[in-house]
């Protein structure tokens, strides 16, 4: 899976999950200040991206630290090669 389809999948699965603007998901996007995300909305965020990845996401120091859209693209894609991740993961709907 390239870098380029794991962000497709992040932004599709947080855009549909949030009913995010698609126009506003850029990596330098800040979650809370640009996107209109919460603290509820984080603990959402990790369930959706381990939903879509079919991998779970501990209590990371890495996941306290994302600030932008951006680091949660670095992080999973991070994740995926840590893992050594191959299937084919799909948004859900």
Not at 28 to 49: F, K, M, P, W
Not at 58 to 79: M, P, Q, S, W, Y
């Amino acid at each position: 899976m390239t870098d380029e389809k794991i962000i497709e999948i992040i932004n599709t699965s947080l855009a549909e999950e949030f009913e995010l603007d698609s126009e506003k998901m850029v990596p330098e996007a800040i979650l809370y200040d640009d996107l209109g995300l919460d603290s509820l909305d984080r603990v959402d965020t990790v369930i959706v991206l381990e939903h879509a990845f079919k991998f779970k996401i501990r209590d990371e120091g890495a996941v306290r630290e994302i600030i932008t859209l951006g680091d949660i693209h670095r992080f999973v894609i991070n994740k995926i090669r840590d893992l050594g991740v191959t299937q084919s993961a799909q948004p859900q709907g």
